[in-house]
């Protein structure tokens, strides 16, 4: 019998994701194994850095995505688990990328690898595993999966980019900043549960279906993360709160409150943004609060978990269908 409830019961109800882990258990430990190959390097630092950030935590969602989308359609080769990996290993580069650009001394409760072995290190690094990561793809001898993790590594720099154009402008938009998560964030989760369809040779329109499911769960994860770095337990969230204010981040919350704030609401705001400043945080969380700022967020990101769980219609049923279902409905449970 299926471990899952269905859609319609699991829509209040509390989402176990340890019971989608549990479905993927064999499939996420041979990506493990091709994650752990793929490390070895003669270059001891290489070794020691990726190994600290591929083993300290996190869901693995992206990989498990990539391996679920594939599964959901009857896939029954062998290519989606060195995909998996691939995903992984680009995700992991912007991870060392990002903790230096942003000055990120934890994540996942433990310390960065800029923190332990500096910037130089991570980048290089960071560089070992986007290379990789493109030595793994040619090994698939797939154009198509070629084309559409190029783009989506530039895309993701792009993001990147724009979301340094907008550190301390307090006048950046809600456009502009759904912009940066698209590329920064979303566009891998596209790209991921897209081409499990591109490793099934399945129809246009259900490529399609599943590249707007990873689209819409990429943004359900990315507006919750700025939402829990104002309400999540610390110690829970594995980092510290207030780091996208104390960078300078004119998030969603912070966006929406500044629009809907009293004149001295948004002046105070505008100049913690422009300053960077961590000790106007709890003033801020007052703000955004009282304005309705999470309220409006949270909404958010359950109107794109909602978009994603709709765009799976055309996928016949099954416990891998459903637990992309609990993906979604997970996203915006989750404290962490």
């Known amino acids: 019998m299926s471990s899952f409830t269905t859609p319609v019961q699991t829509s209040r109800a509390k ?5 989608i882990q549990q479905l993927m258990s064999h499939n996420m430990q041979l990506v493990d194994q091709v994650i752990l190959q793929q490390l070895s390097s003669d ?7 990726g190994t600290h950030i591929i083993n300290s935590g996190g869901k693995r969602l992206r990989p498990m995505l990539a391996v679920l989308s594939a599964c959901a359609l009857g896939y029954d080769g062998k290519k989606h688990i060195t995909l998996a990996a691939i995903i992984e290993f680009i995700h992991t580069a912007t991870l060392l990328h990002d903790d230096v650009v942003d000055e990120s001394d934890l994540r996942r409760g433990v310390k960065t690898a800029n923190a332990i072995w500096g910037n130089a290190a991570s980048v290089l690094v960071g560089d070992f595993l986007h290379t990789r990561s493109f030595e793994m793809m040619v090994s698939l001898d797939e154009m198509r999966i070629m084309e559409l993790l190029s783009h989506t590594t530039n895309a993701i720099a792009e993001g990147e980019v724009l979301q340094l154009l907008n550190i301390n402008n307090p006048d950046t938009t809600e456009s502009q900043y759904f912009e940066v998560i698209n590329r920064k964030t979303a566009k891998l989760f596209e790209v991921t549960t897209q081409l499990g369809a591109v490793l099934c040779k399945a129809d246009e329109s259900i490529e399609l279906a599943l590249a707007e499911y990873g689209l819409h769960l990429g943004n359900a994860f ?4 700025d939402l829990l770095d104002y309400t999540a337990d610390q110690e829970i969230l594995g980092k510290n709160l207030g780091d996208d204010l104390a960078e300078g981040k004119p998030t969603l919350p912070l966006i929406y409150a500044m629009a809907h704030g009293s004149e001295a609401q ?3 705001i505008r100049q913690a943004i422009k300053d960077g400043d961590r000790s106007a945080y709890g003033d801020i ?3 955004i609060t009282q304005t309705g700022a999470l309220d409006y967020t949270a909404k958010i ?7 994603a769980i709709n765009s799976l ?8 269908k459903n637990a992309m279902i609990q993906l979604a409905l997970f996203s915006i449970q989750r404290q962490y």
Request: no cysteine.
């Open 313 to 320: 219609t055309l996928l016949a049923d099954s416990d891998y």
């Open 301 to 307: 990101a359950k109107n794109e978990a909602e978009k």
């Open 43 to 49: 270059v001891l630092l290489i070794n020691q850095i």
């Open 266 to 268: 948004t002046a105070f």
């Open 222 to 225: 990315q507006i919750m993360d």
């Open 15 to 19: 989402i176990d994701f340890s019971i």
């Open 285 to 287: 969380l007052t703000i």
